[in-house]
C-alpha cells in the first residue's frame, strides 16, 4: 500500500539557519506534491505544490524539490525564524491517490 | 482565513451519542473533503463529496455518514459514538484536487 514517511522526530534549528525536511513516498508514481504547515489544533494552510516535471518550485523564503527517481521531496526554509515554527505536512498525489498525507514533522526554529 | 467555515468548534457529547458537524466550504468549491486527526494522529481521510456527489471513501466507519447539500454546505454524522472516536475532525475545501483549502476543525470530545 501507499506510504508515506516524515522525519517523526522534530526537528530544532536556529533562528536565521535553514531547515530541511525530508518526505519520502514509496509504492506509488504521484502526479504532484504538496506541503501544508499546520500549527498545534489549526487546520492544515497550503503552502508549496510541485509538479512531477518540475524539479524546484520557490516562494520567498521556502523552497521545494521533488525527484521522483529517489521519491523523495526536500522543504527548506531558508533564514527560519522563530514564527515557522510548526508541523509541517506533505501529501504526495495524484488522480488515484490525492487524499493521503504523511504525519508531519514538528519544526522548533530556537530563537 | 482559508474561507471554509465548520461549526461547532467544539463538541462534548458521550457514549452511544450522535452528533453532526457542518463544513461550508469556500465561495466557489464544489469539492468538499472530511478528515480525521486523532491525538499526535496523522490525517486521516473520510470521504470526499464534489457538487453534492460521494467521490472517494476513506477509512469512514458505518457508524459515519455524510452528505452534501444543494447550496454545497456538507454535514458529517457520528453515532454510537465510542471514546475513540473523540478528535479533530476538519473539513476542506477546493476547486480540484489539489490545494486543498481547509477549516478551523471541530473537535469532539466523547466521555
Known amino acids: 500500500s501507499q506510504k508515506i514517511e516524515q522525519n517523526s522526530e522534530a526537528l530544532n534549528i536556529q533562528e536565521g539557519k535553514t531547515a530541511t525536511l525530508t518526505c519520502n513516498y514509496t509504492n506509488y508514481s504521484p502526479a504532484y506534491l504538496q506541503w501544508y504547515r499546520q500549527d498545534p489544533g489549526r487546520g492544515p494552510v497550503f503552502l508549496l505544490l510541485i509538479r512531477e516535471n518540475e524539479k524546484e518550485k520557490r516562494k520567498e523564503r521556502l523552497k521545494v524539490t521533488f525527484d521522483t527517481t529517489l521519491k523523495q521531496s526536500l522543504f527548506h526554509i531558508t533564514a527560519s525564524q522563530p514564527a515557522d515554527s510548526a508541523t509541517y505536512l506533505c501529501a504526495p498525489g495524484s488522480g488515484t491517490y490525492k487524499y493521503i498525507f504523511g504525519t508531519g514533522t514538528r519544526l522548533k526554529v530556537l530563537a | 482565513d482559508s474561507g471554509v467555515t465548520q461549526t461547532p468548534k467544539h463538541l462534548i457529547t458521550a457514549t452511544g451519542q450522535r452528533v453532526t458537524l457542518r463544513c461550508s466550504p469556500r465561495?466557489?468549491?464544489?469539492?468538499v473533503y472530511w478528515y480525521q486527526q486523532s491525538l499526535d494522529q496523522g490525517l486521516q481521510f473520510l470521504i470526499h463529496y464534489y457538487n453534492g456527489e460521494e467521490r472517494a471513501k476513506g477509512n469512514i466507519l458505518e457508524r459515519f455518514s455524510a452528505q452534501q447539500f444543494p447550496d454545497l454546505h456538507s454535514e458529517l454524522n457520528l453515532s454510537s459514538l465510542e471514546l475513540g472516536d473523540s478528535a479533530l475532525y476538519f473539513c476542506a475545501s477546493s476547486v480540484n484536487s489539489e490545494r486543498q483549502f481547509f477549516g478551523p476543525g471541530t473537535r469532539l470530545t466523547v466521555l
Open positions: 465561495s466557489g468549491d464544489l469539492s
